[in-house]
């Protein structure tokens, strides 16, 4: 039976003393797979705590203290912690760590084989090393948010640079979890936020260097369009003849039916402007009932507050009820995990204070 978690990593011990959403999500990652996630907080709690109902999805499942890593018994106890655990996440500016007397040098005197994971901004070295920054700024250094054209201007709705570092981090835990069991050696992993969108642009970014048709941007039945009764839906044909001709045939397009891909990026603005006709006439749900009969990839947009009542993601097993509201599980499923996987802790109570 497909399963939404599988305990890979049963037996592995994280220490997480990230803040925010990177670190948090790495970490959320690596406790759905089965990791013992014990996270350390500084007083007062992460301010990630100001939005409960993120605070609580990245951090369900986890041991979560409170511990001043300014003070030297903090410091003592986060030490004791590192000398037990096969992962340690954190997401400090470079060189804030060693200051503290935890740095990687430091952790790995008394556990040679840690995997330490560093999530920042620009990475450990280079001139950009110490600069602050949150998830847009990365998307502006990174070349994504020019992709957004004359929409550049709107702060994109989700924190890819957030989530796409914490599941590269996690990834490339795994990873060095896998090469530790052969070798022996632990290792220090340097994720730069701005590096992780950076590598992202590629399916842009080279074809454009390369004076190649942007496929992307120039596909006028690629795309999202208005519809009559208010809505909005995604068009997803790319250069697919036989979607496209089906579409015309449902939709009475039959002299386009016959144009190539090609003829269509050149005749772009005139398709796109009668697909927009098209599509302002009718209404969305007519269109989705159409589009699915004839095998034509098309979907209704979504506001990321429907999805929480999507049958089709219930049914996947992605989104769940708990005692703690809608849940998130794990997006990849397997079919050898148990049937009552659990869902993970509260984790909105902080323990100890040291």
Same mark, same amino acid.
């Given at each position: ?201 590629? +399916? $842009?970014?080279?074809?454009? @260097?390369?004076?190649?048709?942007? =496929?992307? #941007?120039?596909?006028?039945?690629? !795309? *999202? ?105 794990? +997006? $990849?499923?397997?079919?050898? @995990?148990?049937?009552?996987?659990? =869902?993970? #802790?509260?984790?909105?109570?902080? !323990? *100890?204070?040291?």
């Amino acid at each position: 039976m497909w399963q939404s978690a599988l305990p890979v990593l049963t037996g592995i011990r994280v220490l997480d003393l990230s803040l925010q959403l990177p670190g948090p999500y790495a970490t959320r990652l690596l406790a759905d797979m089965g990791a013992e996630v014990h996270r350390i907080e500084p007083p007062g709690g992460d301010p990630a705590r100001a939005f409960p109902s993120l605070y609580t999805e990245v951090n369900a499942g986890k041991k979560v203290q409170e511990v001043d890593l300014k003070s030297d018994s903090g410091r003592r106890r986060v030490l004791d912690l590192a000398r037990e655990c096969d992962v340690l996440v954190e997401g400090f500016r470079p060189g804030v760590l060693a200051r503290l007397g935890l740095s990687y040098e430091v952790v790995a005197q008394t556990n040679p084989g840690v995997i330490y994971c560093s999530i920042s901004g620009y990475g450990q070295d280079g001139e950009r090393a110490g600069k602050p920054g949150h998830d847009l700024t990365y998307h502006a250094d990174a070349g994504t948010l020019a992709q957004n054209g004359p929409c550049a201007a709107i702060v994109p709705p989700l924190p890819i640079a957030d989530l796409a570092s914490g599941l590269m981090a996690a990834t490339t835990i795994n990873a060095a979890l896998v090469g530790r069991a052969t070798s022996g050696e632990g290792a220090h992993l340097d994720v730069s936020m701005a590096d992780v969108m950076a590598s992202w642009t590629f +399916p $842009v970014a080279l074809p454009r @260097a390369a004076g190649e048709v942007d =496929l992307f #941007g120039s596909t006028p039945h690629y !795309g *999202v369009f208005d519809t009559a009764d208010g809505h909005r839906i995604a068009l997803g044909i790319v250069h697919e003849q036989h979607f496209w001709e089906r579409f015309c045939d449902e939709f009475g397009l039959a002299d386009e039916r016959s144009s190539t891909f090609e003829g269509r990026q050149q005749d772009h603005q005139r398709l796109r402007h009668r697909l927009e006709t098209l599509f302002a006439g009718l209404p969305a749900a007519d269109v989705i009932a159409r589009t699915t009969r004839v095998d034509v990839p098309a979907a209704m947009v979504l506001r990321p507050e429907d999805v929480l009542d999507s049958a089709p993601f219930q049914h996947r097993g992605l989104i769940r009820s708990s005692g703690f509201g809608a849940r998130y599980a794990h +997006p $990849v499923r397997f079919a050898t @995990a148990s049937a009552d996987a659990a =869902l993970g #802790g509260d984790s909105s109570t902080t !323990g *100890v204070t040291t």
